[in-house]
């Protein structure tokens, strides 16, 4: 029997996956993009980016959206011979989409301490499931998480400026209101 040779990570897919996280921010959504590579051909085969907030859905994920737009591709539940490339380490739902379509590898870029569950919070790829994909981590980690903070950082920062103009408002309606109550007091 042929050994298996392991993946090795391509940039040009990851690089790919960044443009549709950028996309989803454009959309102000959580930057987050995937892609899925036929492996034999090395054509992308599904794309997906984080739509949680444009479809008000908890399961409009962007690994999700990849696993739907590579099976209805390829006309199968089965995505064989693919790997799925995303921005950020896949959350428990999704490790379960990528157990249920057979992908082969699962790379991801930045890891997420929160839900990531792929060997942040849990290792679900090490249960004993039927189908076992090879995983790497951290591949350009550092361009992933940066997209990342940057989205975090501009929404902090739009927040601060909400609540500044607030302020600002709040006391321009407090003078306001101030000053017509003297006014009729005055007249009497
Ligand atoms: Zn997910």
């Not at 034999?40 to 479809?55: F, S």
């Not at 064989?80 to 057979?102: F, K, N, Q, W």
């Not at 790379?107 to 995983?135: L, T």
């Not at 550092?142 to 990342?148: D, F, K, M, Q, T």
Request: charged share 30%; hydrophobic share 40%.
């Amino acid at each position: 029997m042929a050994e298996e040779i392991r993946l090795q990570p391509e940039r040009k897919y990851m690089e790919r996956a960044l443009e549709l996280a950028q996309h989803a921010a454009a959309l102000g959504e959580v930057p987050v993009g995937a892609v899925i590579v036929h492996k034999p051909t090395g054509v992308i085969i599904g794309e997906g980016w984080n739509l949680r907030e444009t479809e008000k859905s908890p399961l409009a994920h962007a690994e999700l959206m990849a696993i739907e737009a590579a099976s209805k591709r390829l006309g199968g539940w089965r995505i064989v011979d693919s790997a799925l490339y995303v921005t950020l380490e896949p959350c428990p739902m999704c490790c379960g989409g990528i157990l249920h379509a057979r992908l082969d590898d699962v790379i991801f870029g930045a890891y997420d301490e929160k839900s990531g569950s792929v060997c942040s919070v849990q290792r679900m790829f090490a249960f004993p499931y039927n189908h076992h994909p090879q995983i790497t981590g951290g591949f350009m980690e550092e361009e992933c998480a940066g997209v990342l903070k940057d989205f975090f950082r501009e929404l902090r920062q739009k927040k601060k400026e909400s609540q500044k103009r607030w302020r600002r408002e709040m006391s321009r309606a407090q003078e306001r209101v101030l000053a017509e109550d003297t006014s009729p007091l005055d007249a009497v």
